[in-house]
């Protein structure tokens, strides 16, 4: 079982940079695949970015390439997102998920754990 709590959400202004920060439980987690997604209101959850477990490959979704990197600290059982440059249509609930898989990890399904999600709103 892992645990994941995300943290650093909030109200940022349009150009504006923010960092999430995803802890979680457990003795295992450089064991799995890190990914953020996001949700906004009437829409589908979305990836975002995902990490291996060592932090050697990353894939981003080309919504957020070049504005959004993720990243991850194994002593610390944390994973990052940070993302500058944000823009109104980056307004979502996001999420990260912990998975064993990397082929499909754009995929939701690739996933066995999630946190709670923390909010970003940006203005314009």
């Known amino acids: 079982q892992v645990q994941l709590v995300e943290s650093g959400g909030g109200l940022v202004q349009a150009g504006g940079s923010l960092r999430l920060s995803c802890a979680a439980s457990?003795?295992?987690?450089?064991?799995?695949?890190m990914g953020w997604f996001r949700q906004a209101p009437g829409k589908e959850r979305e990836f975002v970015a995902v990490?291996?477990?060592?932090?050697?490959?990353?894939y981003y979704a080309d919504s957020v390439k070049g504005r959004f990197t993720i990243s991850r600290d194994n002593a610390k059982n944390t994973v990052y997102l940070q993302m500058n440059s944000l823009k109104p249509e980056d307004t979502a609930l996001y999420y990260c998920?912990?998975?064993?898989?990397?082929?499909?990890?754009?995929?939701?399904?690739?996933?066995?754990?999630w946190g709670q999600g923390t909010q970003i709103t940006v203005s314009s």
């Open positions: 457990g003795r295992t987690f450089s064991s799995y695949t």
């Open positions: 998920a912990a998975g064993h898989g990397w082929t499909s990890a754009a995929t939701a399904n690739a996933y066995d754990y």
């Open positions: 990490i291996s477990r060592n932090g050697g490959y990353t």
